[in-house]
Nanobody
Framework: QVQLVESGGGLVQAGDSLRLSCAASRGTFSNFVMGWFRQAPGKERDFVAGIGRSSSTYYLDSVKGRFTISRDNAKNTMYLQMNSLKPEDTAVYYC????????????????WGQGTQVTVSS
């Protein structure tokens, strides 16, 4: 069973950058499709970005050009570089692993981390 641990969240100002990391253990990381999701207070958990086994990527429209997802299979780690952050990016960010296809549907992801808080002040 894959275990996922997120890190890198924090409190920043609008326009700043953050890099989130997701470290995986107890599984063959390269076999999984990976994704980032976020959940703001009172809202549903939304897909942010995903990366396939061959590093193909897929983004939520509102983060295209600002966020970059990547993975380092040698380090069993996935990243989310977030630039030009906006207050509406404030949420708990979760990483997730899927054994199937690259998709934005949360139900396709089998393993989840505990989340890391990102707060962007205006």
């Amino acid at each position: 069973q894959v275990q996922l641990v997120e890190s890198g969240g924090g409190l920043v100002q609008a326009g700043d950058s953050l890099r989130l990391s997701c470290a995986a253990s107890r599984g063959t990381f390269s076999n999984f499709v990976m994704g980032w999701f976020r959940q703001a207070p009172g809202k549903e958990r939304d897909f942010v970005a995903g990366i396939g086994r061959s590093s193909s990527t897929y983004y939520l429209d509102s983060v295209k050009g600002r966020f970059t997802i990547s993975r380092d299979n040698a380090k069993n780690t996935m990243y989310l570089q977030m630039n030009s952050l906006k207050p509406e990016d404030t949420a708990v960010y979760y990483c997730a692993a899927s054994g199937t296809i690259l998709t934005r549907a949360a139900y396709n992801y089998d393993y989840w981390g505990q989340g890391t808080q990102v707060t962007v002040s205006s």
